[in-house]
C-alpha cells in the first residue's frame, strides 16, 4: 500500500521569500501525486498533478512541483510567496487502478510581512 | 460547474440525535468519497462509492455511521445516534473513473456535537 510522509508540520516563510514543502511517498510503482490546499474553513482545492512524462509540473497561483524518482519526492516549490498563501497544504498519491487518495498530514504555511 | 456542493454547511446539534449530512458531486463524475477531517486525527476516509455501489467502507468508525448513494447526483452521510465525538468538518469529494483520480471536495460540513 501507498504511503506519503510530510515531515515539516508547520513552516513560517516572510512574504516574497521562496518556498519549499516537502513530500515524500512509497509506493512501488510509478505513482500519481497530487498537491491540494486548503485555506482556513474552506475545502481541498487541487493545486497540481503528476501522472507521467515531464518531472516539472505547473499549477494555479505559481505553484510548481518536482517529481524526483531516485528520492521518492515530490515537493512543492513557489518562487515568492504572498500572504495570502498562508494555509494548509496536502500531499497525496493514488496507485493506478485504485480511485483512493492517500493523504499526508499536511504542512501548515505561515507567512510573516 | 458548480463543483461538489454539500449541505448543510454547520450543524449543531444535541448527543443522541441524528445528523444527516447531504452531498451532490460534480455531474458527469462516478465515484464520490466521504471524509472526516479533525485536529487530532486529520484526513480520514470514511467511505467511497462508484456508480452509486459502496466500493471500501474500513473508515466507517462504527455502526452509528452510515452512507447511501441511492443516485449519481446526491449521497447521504448519516449518524444515528450522534455523540461529542462524531465533531469534526465533514467533506465529500468526486472523482471520474478513466481519469487520473484528482479528487474535487465540497465546502465541507463542520458538525458540533453538544
Known amino acids: 500500500a501507498q504511503s506519503v510522509t510530510q515531515p515539516d508540520i508547520h513552516i513560517t516563510v516572510s512574504e516574497g521569500a521562496s518556498l519549499e514543502l516537502r513530500c515524500n511517498y512509497s509506493y512501488g510503482a510509478t505513482p500519481y501525486l497530487f498537491w491540494y490546499v486548503q485555506s482556513p474553513g474552506q475545502g481541498l482545492q487541487l493545486l497540481l498533478k503528476y501522472f507521467s512524462g515531464d518531472t516539472l509540473v505547473q499549477g494555479i497561483k505559481g505553484f510548481e512541483a518536482e517529481f524526483k524518482r531516485s528520492q521518492s519526492s515530490f515537493n512543492l516549490r513557489k518562487p515568492s510567496v504572498h500572504w495570502s498563501d498562508a494555509a494548509e497544504y496536502f500531499c497525496a498519491v493514488g496507485a493506478g487502478g485504485n480511485e483512493k487518495l492517500t493523504f499526508g498530514t499536511g504542512t501548515r504555511l505561515t507567512i510573516i510581512p | 460547474d458548480a463543483g461538489v456542493i454539500q449541505s448543510p454547511r454547520h450543524e449543531v446539534t444535541e448527543m443522541g440525535q441524528e445528523v444527516t449530512l447531504r452531498c451532490k458531486p460534480i455531474?458527469?463524475?462516478?465515484?464520490l468519497f466521504w471524509y472526516r477531517q479533525t485536529m487530532m486525527r486529520g484526513l480520514e476516509l470514511l467511505i467511497y462509492f462508484n456508480n452509486n455501489v459502496p466500493i471500501d467502507d474500513s473508515g466507517m468508525p462504527e455502526d452509528r455511521f452510515s452512507a447511501k448513494m441511492p443516485n449519481a447526483s446526491f449521497s447521504t452521510l448519516k449518524i444515528q445516534p450522534s455523540e461529542p465525538r462524531d465533531s469534526a468538518v465533514y467533506f465529500c469529494a468526486s472523482t471520474q473513473t478513466g481519469g487520473f483520480y484528482e479528487q474535487y471536495f465540497g465546502p465541507g460540513t463542520r458538525l458540533t456535537v453538544t
Open positions: 455531474s458527469g463524475h462516478n465515484s
